[in-house]
């Protein structure tokens, strides 16, 4: 009885060497840590696919349009969740919908994808005079803006031209960078279709010593 008991413990202890060592797979033998890392990796994967797709993207800014807010070669990271949720009750009572002021990114069709930021909302009324923004007869403060930085028109909105409605489900934008910006003054781009919105900036995080949140400004 007691050499039988000792067998059954051998050939407990081997099956406890066997475990977390090889397995063989199509006549290859692959170790256990290896395909841990390998499930890590894909597991992984998978995650960033679905971020990618239905949460969050990364840009990098092209171009001088939103100086001195953002520079050329910096990477942001823009929520889709503003595209997907921001217009239904779920959206709206979290904040996710485009608001004045918002730094978005869209793509146009036919052109790359561009950032601007959101300065007329659907249905309001835009003019500019004498180099200011005006909403609905009111002077705009955009605090975002540097000192003494004009906004000149364009050949879609002029400037001390008339006041122009913004239809319902479209967006006025502008870059920060008044003078060099490519944006809703000119014909060719003109007012923002909301099916063109990208999503929503909500973080710079390259290069590292300018990681931030982008916070939506308030208007006074």
């Known amino acids: 009885?007691?050499?039988?008991?000792?067998?059954?413990?051998?050939?407990?202890?081997?099956?406890?060497?066997?475990?977390?060592?090889?397995?063989?797979?199509?006549?290859?033998?692959?170790?256990?840590?290896?395909?841990?890392?390998?499930?890590?990796?894909?597991?992984?994967?998978?995650?960033?696919?679905?971020?990618?797709?239905?949460?969050?993207?990364?840009?990098?800014?092209?171009?001088?349009?939103?100086?001195?807010?953002?520079?050329?070669?910096?990477?942001?990271?823009?929520?889709?969740?503003?595209?997907?949720?921001?217009?239904?009750?779920?959206?709206?009572?979290?904040?996710?919908?485009?608001?004045?002021?918002?730094v978005i990114v869209f793509q146009k069709p036919g052109f790359n994808d561009f950032i601007k930021r959101i300065v007329g909302m659907p249905k309001d009324k835009i003019a500019l005079k004498e180099g200011y923004v005006y909403i609905n007869g009111e002077k705009l403060n955009e605090t975002y803006l540097p000192n003494g930085l004009l906004t000149k028109g364009g050949d879609f909105i002029e400037n001390n031209g008339e006041e122009k409605p913004i239809p319902d489900g479209r967006y006025f934008v502008m870059g920060d960078n008044r003078n060099d910006s490519h944006d809703s003054r000119y014909l060719d781009i003109g007012f923002i279709s909301h099916d063109w919105l990208k999503g929503k900036v909500i973080v710079r995080y390259w290069p590292l010593d300018k990681i931030t949140g982008i916070q939506t400004p308030s208007y006074k």
Not at 32 to 51: G, H, K, P
Not at 64 to 80: Q, R, V, Y
């Open 1 to 102: 009885m007691e050499e039988e008991k000792t067998n059954e413990n051998t050939s407990s202890e081997e099956n406890t060497n066997d475990i977390g060592q090889d397995k063989e797979i199509w006549g290859l033998r692959i170790p256990y840590s290896f395909l841990d890392f390998m499930q890590t990796v894909a597991f992984a994967l998978v995650i960033c696919i679905v971020v990618y797709i239905f949460i969050a993207m990364p840009n990098q800014i092209e171009g001088d349009s939103m100086i001195p807010n953002f520079h050329n070669g910096e990477i942001i990271l823009t929520s889709k969740l503003s595209q997907w949720l921001g217009q239904t009750q779920v959206g709206q009572s979290l904040g996710l919908d485009y608001n004045r002021g918002d």
